[in-house]
């Protein structure tokens, strides 16, 4: 099965820009990205979702090259209850059939 | 509107022992998920249910059954519980397929099998 693969971890400060990229090589031709964050002891909650080029909601922005085989969560001025473990979704084509891939998520540590 | 529910929260097993996991949605969504998490080891789905009398194996569905006989419910069975089974429980549900449609996650079950 392939890898979705991110970082394990990332640090930053209050009302910094923060980058997290996740790879899924075998992304399935028509699924989108999607990627969620997790808070301790809660489930996953819903972020953004985009399937080619940039989309921005209210909290942030996704960035995704036309190759798709990677994708770029993109958090404007982080404040301390942006702490949380963020996962990339994606389709799996591997194999044939699309299965649900979550990365193995990145525990973003804000301070101040 | 309560959107996603599991039952119970908590639950310590002795190996061997069986037992049954309950989602409940109330959004009227078609698809159904379940997926455990460890440490380490993101979320994998065990199984899922794209409508009510449906089920389809996932990436990890050994030692699992499901059921969904309402399109409400969604329920995870445990037969015969091993210690590697020891993990949280997330449930979720989804209007359309869960790669392209927002999943709404229950809040999580604890499971301990010693």
């Known amino acids: 099965l392939a890898k979705t693969t991110q970082p394990i971890s990332m640090d930053s400060y209050e009302g910094q820009e923060v980058n997290i990229t996740c790879s899924h090589n075998?992304?399935?031709?028509?699924?989108?990205i999607t990627w969620y964050q997790q808070f301790p002891s809660q489930g996953p909650r819903f972020i953004i979702q985009?399937?080619?080029t940039k989309v921005t909601n209210e909290v942030a922005s996704l960035f995704i090259p036309a190759d798709r085989k990677s994708s770029t969560l993109s958090l404007p001025r982080v404040s301390l209850s942006d702490t949380a473990v963020y996962y990339c979704?994606?389709?799996?084509?591997?194999?044939?059939?699309?299965?649900?891939?979550f990365g193995t998520g990145t525990q973003l540590k804000v301070e101040l | 509107n309560a959107g996603v529910t599991q039952t119970p929260k908590f639950r310590v097993l002795k190996t061997g022992q069986s037992m049954t996991l309950l989602c409940a949605q109330d959004m009227n969504h078609e698809y159904m998920y379940w997926y455990r998490q460890d440490p380490g080891m993101g979320l994998r789905l065990i199984h899922y249910?794209?409508?009510?009398?449906?089920?389809a194996k996932g990436e990890v569905p050994d030692g699992y059954n499901v059921s969904r006989l309402k399109k409400q419910n969604f329920l995870l069975g445990l037969e015969s519980a091993a210690p590697s089974q020891t993990s949280v429980y997330f449930c979720?549900?989804?209007?359309?397929?869960?790669?392209?449609?927002?999943?709404?996650f229950g809040p999580g079950t604890r499971l301990t099998v010693t």
């Open positions: 249910s794209v409508g009510e009398g449906t089920t």
């Open positions: 075998n992304i399935a031709t028509n699924d989108y």
């Open positions: 985009g399937y080619k």
């Open positions: 979704l994606v389709g799996d084509s591997t194999g044939g059939g699309n299965k649900l891939t």
């Open positions: 979720a549900s989804s209007y359309g397929p869960g790669v392209n449609y927002e999943q709404y």
